[in-house]
């Protein structure tokens, strides 16, 4: 590994009266974008998957773990607090094999199945469409139902929208009453399909393509509910999957089209174990991760060249790291640990996120509790809060915020991979007269002097700063261990006639708030 010299052109600057090196600069133009950060790119997903629902979110009214209504209370409050935009359900691959209608009503009378794709669990459906959509009401969360076209029928399809949505006499809105739902729920992100190139029918592009005109067709808006029709679109890097719906697509009904992007080693043999990794790795899997910023710029080029008034939106509605299962977990839970490496994955991909909204309008992190890159991990009885869920919390400033435009001067670290890793990178954005900072330092060994310019007034208070980081990267929370990786407030930085000097522990992440 090679350390790439940078010139860092300004990275001398005086500060009072001594000459100060740096070891990055980030150059701040005040003057605004005038774009906002969709809070949406905040997104969460939650699957049928391994101890997603039951355990994660879902444990029952009955249960004796501490529950609100049969959701687990301190997954509840931990949501809550994590201002969750939106949430997308109930798969995934498990989505084309789920029928809406064995989810319905008396919990005992309930079809159940065998989840074939993760781990042939048992799958009885006591968590279905009320149980999701009620919890999206009580946090205030978006609902993005992902619908079944691998081997559901369009009738199944278009009867989910009915009884979701519709406020007038109509067979299926007469059956949720009955089920004990007066008002309808307001639900706009509706997926059609999920994967159709895989688990989700193994499809070509052409032929989903029509397919998603024909079910599209029969998913109709219902008392002043607007559906945001979403196509189930590529894998990394398949330009051509987008390229063919976009050509088919536009302007037939497509409101988004989706992308799914892994941070992995690979899909055939080991990924890695989640919190034991050498520095090589470390440094691979964040050049992978950042590869993602190449994948988003071509998926949007075809999209700029195939829809120039940019109707269509790009929703990345899974992303994440993905490593092998802990030891001893069902191989088919997908269960892992979360280590500071996926924190400062969480954070590098935020910083490419925000500079891509003009056509990213949705992110969802793949899954929200007990799976892949997950906020929350639970056992019978207890809660930890990931490094990746300290991440989404502290950069919930940024959500719906003015993004504004920073340039990072820094060194990078090179790999194997194609994309050099930036030792420092950062996003600028404001909000009710705040201007929020997030930076990020990855390098293991060294603190990074970083001094922050601005092209315009400047701040003149720093209102508040907290840091995310642990003595070691393979630092991870575990039962009985909560608090190993935890925010705490930040104390090293000064103002500088406008401008802020601060020094950013190795492995970091930390958030301020100026005026
Ligand atoms: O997130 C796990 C799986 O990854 C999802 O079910 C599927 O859509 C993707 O392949």
């Known amino acids: 590994m090679k350390k790439l010299m940078i010139l860092l052109a300004g990275a001398f600057l005086s500060a009072g009266t001594s000459l100060l090196a740096q070891d990055a600069t980030v150059r701040v133009h005040e003057a605004g974008t005038g774009v906002t950060i969709p809070a949406e790119i905040y997104g969460q997903f939650s699957e049928h998957l391994g101890r997603c629902i039951y355990g994660g979110l879902w444990v029952g009214k009955d249960s004796s773990v501490p529950n609100i209504e049969g959701y687990r209370k301190d997954v509840f409050d931990a949501l809550k607090a994590l201002k969750v935009p939106v949430m997308r359900w109930p798969g995934g691959c498990f989505a084309d094999d789920y029928h809406w209608m064995d989810g319905i009503g008396p919990q005992e009378k309930r079809g159940y199945l065998t989840n074939t794709n993760w781990g042939g669990t048992l799958e009885d459906n006591s968590f279905g469409t009320h149980e999701f959509l009620n919890l999206c009401e009580l946090l205030g969360i978006q609902p993005y139902i992902s619908g079944n076209v691998g081997s559901g029928s369009v009738q199944e399809m278009s009867q989910w929208v009915e009884y979701m949505t519709s406020d007038a006499k109509t067979p299926m809105a007469d059956l949720r009453r009955a089920n004990g739902r007066e008002e309808p729920w307001k639900v706009k992100y509706f997926g059609i399909g999920n994967e159709a190139w895989g688990c989700g029918g193994n499809m070509t592009p052409e032929y989903y393509s029509d397919l998603f005109r024909r079910y599209g067709t029969y998913l109709h808006d219902y008392a002043g509910n607007r559906l945001f029709k979403i196509a189930s679109g590529a894998s990394d890097y398949d330009y051509n999957w987008t390229r063919v719906l976009m050509r088919n697509l536009v302007g037939k009904g497509m409101a988004g089209i989706s992308l799914h992007y892994y941070t992995v080693t690979g899909w055939n043999g080991p990924k890695g174990a989640a919190t034991k990794f050498s520095d090589k790795d470390y440094y691979w899997l964040l050049s992978k991760t950042i590869e993602i910023e190449d994948v988003l710029r071509k998926h949007i080029e075809i999209m700029d060249e195939l829809d120039r008034s940019g109707r269509v939106a790009l929703l990345l509605d899974e992303w994440g790291t993905w490593y092998d299962v802990e030891p001893g977990t069902?191989?088919?839970?997908?269960?892992?640990?979360?280590?500071?490496?996926?924190?400062?994955?969480?954070?590098?991909?935020?910083?490419?996120?925000?500079?891509?909204?003009?056509?990213?309008?949705?992110?969802?992190?793949?899954?929200?509790?007990?799976?892949?890159?997950?906020?929350?991990?639970?056992?019978?009885?207890?809660?930890?809060?990931?490094?990746?869920?300290?991440?989404?919390?502290?950069?919930?400033?940024?959500?719906?915020?003015?993004?504004?435009?920073?340039?990072?001067?820094t060194g990078h670290v090179k790999t194997e991979r194609p994309c050099a890793v930036p030792e420092v990178d950062a996003t600028v954005s404001r909000k009710d007269g705040e201007m929020h900072l997030s930076l990020v330092n990855t390098d293991l060994k060294k603190a990074m002097k970083v001094s922050v310019t601005f092209d315009g007034d400047g701040v003149s208070k720093i209102l508040s700063a907290r840091v995310l980081t642990s003595g070691d990267v393979h630092d991870y929370n575990d039962f009985g261990k909560p608090d190993v990786v935890k925010p705490v407030a930040f104390k090293d930085y000064k103002l500088t006639r406008g401008g802020i000097e601060l020094t950013l522990p190795p492995c970091s992440v930390v958030v301020l708030a100026a005026k």
Do not use: W
């Open 330 to 409: 069902n191989p088919g839970h997908l269960y892992q640990q979360n280590t500071m490496r996926d924190a400062i994955v969480a954070a590098l991909n935020f910083d490419i996120f925000h500079k891509y909204t003009r056509r990213l309008k949705m992110a969802n992190i793949a899954q929200v509790v007990n799976v892949l890159q997950s906020m929350i991990l639970t056992n019978e009885t207890e809660m930890v809060l990931t490094p990746t869920y300290h991440v989404f919390e502290m950069y919930n400033v940024h959500q719906d915020a003015e993004f504004i435009e920073s340039e990072c001067l």
